[in-house]
């Protein structure tokens, strides 16, 4: 059984403007010790699939309908008192930016503590000596001094150290990081996702790694979900996204990746911007933007087909390949007139 059930989730936020639906029928599964990756623009979906995995949603939003399942466990109303088990516990988030994620009046160790202290059995100075054993695994010199320290005197890098020991005090089995290299170097940013790997292998935890990053996609997951205008679009392993991609938004995606190969030439960026999430159109939400959209793309949302073992996506250009290379037949009506 997968250690985390996602199932047709439809989440939304309700505004003076109207209703803004940011998730719409999200599916996937996590399975323990894996990677799970979810990519796209800002504004597709990510971050709020995720909060509400969580329940931490603002208070405008709200699931609207469909399943979270954690070890079989329904999570969706399954109310505040159950929530507070899951989350730190069993399930930990690390946000997007460590420069406004901890408190600048408290210090580190008091923080981390807090966190312990919360979400386990242990006392005091058990948390203190956990807090600190925490600091020394992601690699934080002179843990001891540094628990006495604020967040300002710490760099960005060391700062999103101590949200990913934050994260881990209580080993959780799903680790959720919401973009957590977004503001780091380069440099750091290798750090960061090195030590993420080397944490997932040492403790077994699965992980559900946000980003619109795909190099951070390639280094570390296992399977990958595009998203976009809140839906998924494509869903495989990495390799099947990187070397086989069937939807044109993902397609998109990675003509936008330089390399050395494009060494000198023009990139081809996305063009146009994403769809307004009040007004959702009839047919696919990328539709506008697609270079090869069709009448039907307009008109009609392709629905999910599977395009390998692992691989699914949600275009119609896979329909209009399959017809030219005739792997899809279509049939005629019995009138003899219209095809189906």
């Not at 979810?38 to 309908?65: C, F, P, R, W």
């Not at 923080?111 to 100075?125: C, D, G, P």
């Not at 058990?126 to 690699?139: F, G, S, T, Y």
């Not at 935890?205 to 795909?214: E, Q």
Request: proline share 4%; aromatic share 4%.
């Amino acid at each position: 059984m997968a250690l985390l059930e996602v199932n047709d989730l439809h989440t939304s936020f309700f505004t003076d403007a109207g209703e803004v639906r940011a998730v719409n029928g999200v599916s996937f599964s996590l399975e323990r010790g894996k990677v799970l990756g979810i990519v796209g623009e800002s504004g597709s979906g990510k971050s709020v699939t995720a909060y509400s995995i969580m329940q931490i949603l603002a208070s405008t939003g709200k699931i609207v309908s469909g399943s979270v399942k954690f070890d079989g466990q329904e999570l969706v109303n399954a109310g505040e008192k159950v929530m507070k088990t899951i989350r730190g516990n069993k399930i930990s988030i690390i946000f997007q930016d460590p420069m406004t994620s901890l408190n600048p009046t408290y210090t580190i160790g008091k923080q981390l503590m807090e966190a312990i202290l919360l979400h386990t059995s242990r006392n005091r100075k058990q948390a203190r000596e956990r807090a600190v054993e925490m600091l020394r695994l992601v690699n934080i010199n002179e843990p001891e001094k540094r628990m006495k320290q604020y967040p300002f005197e710490f760099s960005g890098g060391m700062r999103q150290r101590i949200m990913i020991a934050m994260a881990l005090a209580c080993e959780p089995d799903i680790l959720i990081a919401d973009e957590p290299t977004t503001a780091l170097d380069v440099t750091i940013q290798a750090q960061i996702l090195e030590l993420m790997k080397s944490l997932q292998e040492e403790l077994g935890m699965a992980i559900i790694m946000i980003t619109h990053d795909l190099g951070v996609v390639a280094q570390l997951c296992d399977e990958v979900i595009v998203m976009y205008a809140g839906s998924i679009c494509e869903q495989g392993t990495a390799d099947d996204i990187f070397y086989t991609p069937k939807h044109e938004y993902t397609k998109g995606l990675m003509r936008s990746i330089p390399t050395a190969d494009t060494a000198g030439t023009k990139l081809h960026p996305i063009t146009g911007t994403p769809i307004d999430l009040l007004n959702m159109p009839k047919g696919c939400p990328f539709a506008p933007r697609c270079d090869n959209a069709m009448k039907i793309c307009i008109n009609e949302r392709c629905e999910r087909m599977q395009m390998s073992e692992t691989h699914f996506s949600s275009c119609w250009m896979n329909v209009k390949q399959g017809i030219d290379d005739g792997s899809i037949v279509l049939e005629e009506t019995q009138e003899g007139g219209e095809s189906k």
